[in-house]
Structures are given as structure tokens and as C-alpha cells.
């Protein structure tokens, strides 16, 4: 299947936010941000700015209609800096300006003064001072302590995962355009358009119905966008209507990285025991999430933490405690896996270090505690059509894993310069946002009298391929031609009150309620079927409208059966998990550190898959992301909280020669599945844990270099880092 944009997108002529032709006295919006991690503002001087060639107007806290205030979960964080400022990047204004030259250039004039301190880079070091955004949180199962101390086996060790740049090609940006009544009408990069509907409306302190935002496509999100387009919305809005002109806000790669959050990194400590047999008896892990200045989404990332903390795996006695701590850095924020994957990362290393002290091999207690019908998870959920064992099997047994690790020994045996490495990972992901509110979707079909189909939803497209998910659904529900569905783009005045595209629920959730809106119209039109054998679509369309029956037909979806009650974290939060299993092998040059990973192998289950040319694309896309993540994408600040990684020459993303050399993917056979339309299933962020296995294989590649090696408890572990460990330095840092 050929996605409706792909051509457009090919020839470049599909048409994101910075192409959009601008209204007729358009003006350009630069934000002001503080050079400076912490401290409080003594001085905040305009005028030189405001006075430059071509600025029309520079917008600071004092200018805002409404609330300067744009928390969305914690109101915690201010538009514009009021007082203080709590990481480098905070905006304390807006420079508006003819071009975004001289709004660029004008920025630099603005005078700022502040009184610094000394900021707190390390989540650690915040949890002790008590700085935290929220109360730390417990999940916990069965008495921990009693059976760690019956356990034969006990491990415990230090992991820290790094953050992760977004890199979506477009970066953040919105345009606004004033209406009548102090209301606005934005264009937004937002994979959240009741968000920034709703954010907006607070800051000008008007009702939502005088915001509209709408979203054509994005050219990626991956969280990113979940929530913060909304503070560029804003600026944007501010402007435009203290104005009465058009404002478009668009950053530029280097402002984007230095202003916005990124995936949050952790540290945590792990105990694990285990019985003599290599069975989980308990699992006790303390996480400290380096939040950032502000809340955005950090307790439910933390959330999702905290549900993933056992993995694909069943662990009998469970204490996982996250606390969410107060560091002087933009605000973190959702990426692709949403706090799952840093949890799955410490469970990982966890059985690794258990393998290592039980001299077995890490897929040996894989397999063995894998989590299976029936069993629960540590917040109650009963597992149930979980297909864990089937994929790890399955993967294993078509790649004949005792082979390639049986190759793998020989070339050890034989090569002195070059080392190669195996490892599994699987994953085992939950399905919903974990807030039980955000479940919800709705759509809104047209036919229209000559049998074409509209359809709307709250679904952003953002490569992920759901506009041609949606338009599949509405095509089959409907009985027509995929030609004669287009899905149109995202609008709050066409569909209000929508969850984010986010917590890889976009096609799941809008795909039903597309389905039954689309079943509704179908019902409708099958009596004037009925009487006209033969006839088309069309004919059958025209003749139901003719009778004034109406062809359009709005439905709302909730997902049934979920509820979890945050206070005890307790409930069965997800719908479904996801599951695989990737296998990875790596060949690392024992001299440079340098690696290749030459496979990666995969059984997904995708369910009945509404289109698998992209659903391949969303495993391998996702699985190249997680390697970045693991192995090369290393984000470094200096003692001051200034970013240093702030470019694409020193910020390393997986390029094509980086990519597995083979990347092997099967999907399971399908099953029934009722939460996705036509028994789908969601697909947008599980991949990306495959990168684990790579992470692990090469690992097990150092160690046939110096089996007393200090890696595999860090990420990411850049070439750099592994020449070091190779030469015998310490890494666990
Ligand atoms: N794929 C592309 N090409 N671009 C993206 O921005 N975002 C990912 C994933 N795949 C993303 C992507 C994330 S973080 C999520 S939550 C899902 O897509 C969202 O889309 P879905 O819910 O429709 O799967
Ligand atoms: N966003 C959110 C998410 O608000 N809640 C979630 O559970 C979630 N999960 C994954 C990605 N985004
Ligand atoms: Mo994805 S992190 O849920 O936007």
C-alpha cells in the first residue's frame, strides 16, 4: 500500500508548517531565552530591542492577556519567566519583528541581568535536597524483603540511562492568526491540538471555542510534540493578538535543541534475587528521574516507569519507587516509550549481572521468567493474551539461536582482532495512556452526494502512517474504495476535546471510532442498497441523500475495561501489551572500538495489521531510534547547565551505515484482537526497546575481549566509551 502523501512527500511538496504560504502582513516571532541554569532576574531591559530596525513589538510575562502559565498536569511553569529562571533556554520574551532575521538579530540586544546560583544537574544530588516536582511513587507486590533474603541468588548494582534529542525533521513551530473577539486561529506543530487549544485559551484568558488549532501533518514527533509545541503556540498567540497581525514562530535546529526537553535521564539502583533454578524471586529498584525545571509530563512518564519496571518478565515480590526529581534543565518530556524503555534498560542489565554471577546465560533466565497468561504484573493487571513466550520462541527457533551463538564462540575462539556478540530482548509493552481519561476518540465522517468520503479525527499524521490507517478503516467499514476516502487534517473546530497522538493509541483508538461512525452511515444507506441491486456507491449515496437520510455520522470511542487507581497503583491500566523479541548481533574491531551490528533480528506481533509496509517501517524506525538512543546519541551539558551537544556535528543520530546491516522482521501470525480496528494493533513505540538487544550484544562482544570489563550498566556506550572499556578503564559512569 502507497501512503496518500508518499508522492507528495517525495517530491517535497507536501507541506509543512514553515511552508505554509503566510497571511498578508505576516510579522516573526524569536524567543528570548536565558543564557544563564539558574538564578533570578535583576534586570530585563527591552528597549534596545524593541527600538532595533524592522521589531514591531518584544512581549514579556507582563504582556500576557491571561495566566502566564503553561503546565498542562502541574501548573508549575510560567510562559515567560517571571523572577527566576530555572534552566538555560527558559524564555523571558518574545522579539517580534518583520523578518526573522532582525527578530534574530534584535535578540540579541535585550538586556538581561541575572543573579545566578549554582544549578543542580544531577537527579540524585536533587532528591537529596528534596527538590522534587511531585511525591516520589511506589508500585509494589508481594514482601520484597523477606524474599530477597530466602533468595539463592542476589545481584544489585547502579544503572544510568542517558536522555535523547527528539530530532524530528521540522522543528517546533505555530502560527497565529488573530480573529474577532481576542480569540486566535493557530497552525501548530502539535501532536496535541486540544492541548494547545486549551494552554492557549488560558494564556489569553479567552473560552476554548476562540481558539482553533489545526494541524496539517508533522514532519515527526516522537513525544516531542506531545507537549511542548504549546509554549511556541503561545508565544505565537500572544503576539498576534496584542498585534492584530499574523505571528509565526519557527525555531531553528540549534535554538530547538537548546530549548526544548528531551527524553529524561535516569539513575536508579536495582536488587534482584533469583532461585537456585534462575527463577525472579524479587525485584527491589529505586529510580530518580532527572525531570527538568518543570513538570510537563514527567509524573506520567514516571507512571509508565514505574508499570514497566518488571519488563516482559513476572517477578512474584515487587518494590519499584520512582521519584521525579527537580533539575535545572529544560523540562524533560515524552519520547517514544514514555519512561518504559529506561525502566526495561536497569531490568536488563539486572539479568545480565545475574547471568554473569549464576555462570548461565542471560536468554536462559529470559526465557525462564517470562511473563505468561494468567500471572500478574506488579500493579494487579492480570496477564492475558499475552504472547511474550510465543515471540521469544518463535524468534529464536527461526534464527536457530543456539547456532548463531555456537558461531559466535568459534569466531571468539579463532579471532584475536575482532570480537563479535549475541543478545535477546524482549519487549512487552502496555497498551493506553496510563491516565485512564486520555482513552478516548472521536470522529466525524462525511459522505459527501457523489460517494467520496471525508473523514476527521483528532489523529495527527506525523509519518507514523495514521491518516492511512484511518482512511483503510473507513474504506473497509464503509465497503468503498480506499481512492474515494480522504482522511483531512486535524482540526479542534471539527473534533473537540481529543487526547494526544500519543502512547502509540493514535490508529487503535480514532480507527474505532471511525469504524462505528462509518458503520452508523453504512446502516443508514444498506435499505437503499438493498433496493437497488447493482448500484454504486455513489448511486446509492445520492439516492439515500435524495430521501434526506443524513450521510454524515459523528462517533465517540472509550476504551472498555480499563481503570487504575493512582493512589495505590493498583488497577489494569492497558488495554493489551505488545510484544516481541529482537535478537542482535554485533562484530566490534578490538583495536578502534569500533562496531558493526550485523543483524537484527525480529518477531513482532502487529496483530491483523491494517498495513504492514508500514507497520515494518514503524519496527525498523523505531528499533534504528532505540540503537541511537543505547549506543550513540550522547547528550553533554557543562557544570553551568549549558548544553554542548547542541548540533548535528556534535550530536551523533544513526546514520544508514550505522543501521543493523540486516534487519530481519516477521510479524506473528494474528490473533483476535478487539481494542484495535479489525484486530490491529498499536505499533508505535514497542520497537523501539529492540535496541536493547544490540546494547546487550555488544557487551557480550567487550567481554569476550576483557570478561572483567566495567560496561553494560550506562547508555549510551559510544565507540569512545568502548575503546576505554577495552583498555581496561572504568565505565560504569
Ligand atoms: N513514526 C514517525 N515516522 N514519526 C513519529 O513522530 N512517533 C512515535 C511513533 N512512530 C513517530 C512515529 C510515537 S512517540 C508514537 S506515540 C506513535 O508513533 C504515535 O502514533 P500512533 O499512536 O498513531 O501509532
Ligand atoms: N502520554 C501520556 C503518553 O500522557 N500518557 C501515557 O501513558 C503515554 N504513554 C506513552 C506515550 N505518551
Ligand atoms: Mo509518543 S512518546 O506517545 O508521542
Known sequence: MIRRDDHLLARGEAAFLD??????????????????????????????????????????????????????????????????????????????????????????????????????????????????????????????????????????????????????????????????????????????????????????GVPMHDVEVEVLRLGGGFGGKEDQATTYAAMAAVAAVRLARPVKVVLRR????????????????????????????????????????????????????????????????????????????????????????????????????????MGVSPRAIQERNLIEDGRRFPYGMEARGIRARRCFAAVCEEHRV???????????????????????????????????MLNQASALVHVYVDGSVGVSTGAVEMGQGVRSKLRAVAARALGVALDAVKVEGTSTARTANVSPTAASTGADMNGQAVRMAAEAIRARLAPFAAERPGASFPEIAAAAHAARVSLSAHAHYATPDIHFDREVGRGAPFAYHVCGTAIAEVTLDCLRGTYRIDAVRIVHDAGQSLDPAIDLGQ???????????????????????????????????????????????????????????YSSKAIGEPPLMYGIAAYFALVDAIRAVRPDARVGTSTPLTPEKVLMALAGRDQTR
Not at 512487552?428 to 496510563?434: A, D, E, L, V, Y
Open 19 to 204: 511552508d505554509i504560504t503566510v497571511p498578508a502582513g505576516c510579522l516573526f516571532g524569536v524567543p528570548v531565552p536565558s543564557p544563564v541554569a539558574a538564578g533570578e532576574i535583576v534586570r530585563l531591559e527591552i528597549g534596545a530591542a524593541a527600538a532595533a530596525h524592522d521589531v514591531v513589538g518584544v512581549f514579556t510575562a507582563a504582556d500576557v492577556p491571561g495566566e502566564n502559565q503553561i503546565g498542562a498536569i502541574i501548573p508549575d511553569e510560567p510562559l515567560f519567566a517571571e523572577r527566576e529562571v530555572d534552566c538555560v533556554g527558559q524564555c523571558v520574551a518574545l522579539v517580534v519583528a518583520r523578518s526573522a532575521e532582525a527578530a534574530r538579530a534584535a535578540v540579541k540586544l535585550v538586556d538581561l541581568e541575572i543573579r545566578e546560583r549554582e544549578p543542580v544537574l544531577d537527579p540524585r544530588v536533587a532528591h537529596g535536597r528534596g527538590m522534587l516536582i511531585a511525591q516520589q511513587r511506589t508500585v509494589a507486590l508481594g514482601d520484597v524483603d523477606a524474599a530477597l533474603a530466602a533468595s539463592a541468588v542476589v545481584v544489585e548494582g547502579r544503572c544510568d540511562t542517558g536522555g535523547q534529542e527528539h530530532v524530528y525533521l521540522e522543528t517546533q513551530g505555530a502560527l497565529a492568526t488573530p480573529t474577532e473577539r481576542g480569540g486566535v486561529h493557530l497552525r501548530s506543530s502539535t501532536q496535541s491540538p486540544s492541548g494547545v487549544q486549551r494552554i492557549v485559551a488560558r494564556v489569553l
Open 254 to 357: 540549534g535554538e530547538d535543541m537548546r530549548l526544548t526537553g528531551k527524553r529524561h535521564p535516569y539513575s536508579a539502583d536495582f536488587r534482584l534475587g533469583l532461585d537456585a533454578g534462575g527463577a525472579m524471586t524479587a525485584y527491589d529498584v529505586m529510580f530518580y528521574q532527572s525531570s527538568g525545571a518543570a513538570a510537563d509530563l514527567s509524573t506520567a512518564i514516571l507512571e509508565r516507569t514505574l508499570l514497566h519496571a518488571t519488563g516482559s518478565y513476572f517477578v512474584p515480590n515487587v518494590r519499584a519507587t520512582a521519584a521525579p526529581c527537580r533539575t535545572n534543565l529544560p523540562p524533560n518530556t515524552a519520547f517514544r516509550g514514555f519512561g518504559g524503555p529506561q525502566a526495561m534498560f536497569v531490568m536488563e542489565a539486572a539479568i545480565a549481572a545475574a547471568a554473569r554471577k
Open 402 to 436: 543456539d547456532e548463531l551463538r555456537r558461531r559466535i564462540d568459534e569466531h571468539n575462539d579463532s579471532h584475536r582482532e575482532t570480537k563479535r556478540g549475541l543478545a535477546l530482548m524482549p519487549v512487552c509493552f502496555g497498551i493506553s495512556f496510563t491516565n485512564t
Open 619 to 677: 519496527v525498523e524506525g523505531g528499533l534504528v531510534q532505540g540503537l541511537g538512543w543505547l549506543l550513540l546519541e550522547e547528550l553533554l551539558w557543562n557544570d553551568k547547565g549549558r548544553l554542548l551537544t547542541d548540533s548535528l556535528t556534535t550530536y551523533k543520530v544513526p546514520d544508514l551505515d550505522f543501521a543493523p546491516r540486516e534487519i530481519a522482521v516477521r510479524f506473528l501470525e494474528a490473533d483476535e484482537n478487539r481494542f484495535g480496528p
